[in-house]
């Protein structure tokens, strides 16, 4: 139709079934003219040649591609069973803990100062108490912590998964601020960097709402000395000018680290290894149980003149021969007896005879 002037109609009006009719006025050179027209019509006009697509993030799977108003676009997760979708819509894994036995937990105290100054206690005992909160305007450190004196008194760290539960909220929301952790060694003069997780942050996505957020720091087999300290420090990256984010503990926001550390029996005969070893040997004047870095020897040493210990089976043969032949060169036949206390008193006692009394 040349010319055509049709009317809009609201988008709802084309649910009501494509056996609907629809005025369409056109103009026909002299006036305006009106046609009825099928919805049905209309509709695949209106649809022709239109393709539908959809952008999602990577954690997600995009199927299907209608066109002409027909087809199913599908959207299913990309991930395992074990992960989870961050808030930029990337997939993690969700934390596991290495490390044989119960895991050790720490808790972030914030109420409560550390040894070293400007540092707070990592402690395996939760402050229930008053919420305590680290602020940054920015980004940089927001926070740092450190086990007490002679915490956790081991001579290795297994290697295993870190895990962190953090409390954190921002002053306003947008963008994508976000945060890692560093985990370090103190000897109590210097800081070594054992590991951390600054090539993957975890996103900050709940703006001004305080939220808990799970990170993990993948740990290497680390040697330590029983006299060793944890630390640990909070980054926050990726934050904008004039916005503050906030670490909250404590309260209703305990911050926990699950560890590689196995809880249950810390030391055995002065050993603190997680996995020992028992051995046998047969050092020394004595029985005892010689215990050094992961291993507990029992040494049980042969019998002799001077050793007090086992006695060997070549001894023992030679012990066995010779009493043997003793008897059998001293006394005869019979020369052994079983009598009572009262017969022995009663009798006179033959030197070539044995007597047992019971």
Known sequence: MANQKIHEYPLERFVYGDDDYYDIDYWDGLVYQTAKILGSTIKAAMLSGIAISLTAPSAFIVGGSPTDGTGTLTLTAAGLANQYIRGDGTLA??????????SVNYYLNGGTAASVATYYQMSKIAVIGTGVDFSLAGNGLISQWLTD???PNVTEIPAGNWNFEMYFSASSGGGVPKFYIEILKYDGATFTTIANNSAAPESIT????????LSSVAVPLTAMLTTDRIALRVYIVDSVIGRTIINHTQNSHL?????????????INGLTEQTQYLAVGTSGTDFAINSATDTHTFNLPTASATNRGALSSTDWSSFDNRIAKNISATYTTNAVRTVTAVEYAALTPNANTIYFIV
């Open 206 to 213: 709940s703006g001004t709402a305080i939220d808990l957020y």
């Open 149 to 151: 004196v002679s915490d």
């Open 255 to 267: 911050c926990q680290v699950i560890t590689t550390f196995s809880s249950g029996v810390s030391s």
């Open 93 to 102: 894994t969700f934390p596991t803990s290495g490390g044989g036995g119960n």
